[in-house]
């Protein structure tokens, strides 16, 4: 409902935050054709919300990431199934998965990791 519907948010947000400088790509479409000619080391990916989505998408956001050194954080990974991030980890061989809840378990997040930012995050909550 906001003007410009979510897109315009989102760019709001990072920009309030003075997180826009550090965004090379935001995808409101299918990313899964664009020609990318670079490898990414942080996504956000909010498309992976049941087992369809994830094989769907989870594959050619792993072929935009530099395997060897990641972060990928996932919104609302709704069952236990997708909690433990199997299919997610399946795909992307992560060293550190860890799901994020609010207290309230309406806000959650799933990181996944792989390299530096393995090393430096692996003080957030016990793996799963």
């Known amino acids: 409902m906001h003007p410009g519907g979510t897109p315009a948010l989102l760019k709001q947000k990072l920009s309030d935050r003075k997180l826009d400088r550090q965004v090379n790509l935001i995808a409101f479409g299918d990313f899964r054709t664009a020609s990318l000619s670079r490898k990414y080391q942080v996504a ?3 498309a992976c919300h049941h ?3 994830i094989r769907a998408n989870v594959p050619a956001l792993h072929d ?3 395997s060897g050194n990641y972060l990928m954080l996932f919104d609302d990974i709704l069952s236990e199934e997708q909690l433990t991030l199997v299919l997610v ?3 992307i061989q ?3 998965a860890r799901r994020l809840c609010k207290q309230d378990r309406h806000s959650k997040i799933a990181v996944a990791c792989r390299g530096a930012y ?3 995050l692996n003080w957030i909550a016990p793996s799963l």
């Open 51 to 53: 087992p369809a989505e």
């Open 89 to 91: 980890c399946s795909i």
């Open 94 to 96: 992560p060293e550190i």
């Open 118 to 120: 393995a090393r430096c």
């Open 44 to 46: 956000f990916c909010g």
């Open 64 to 66: 935009i990431t530099d």
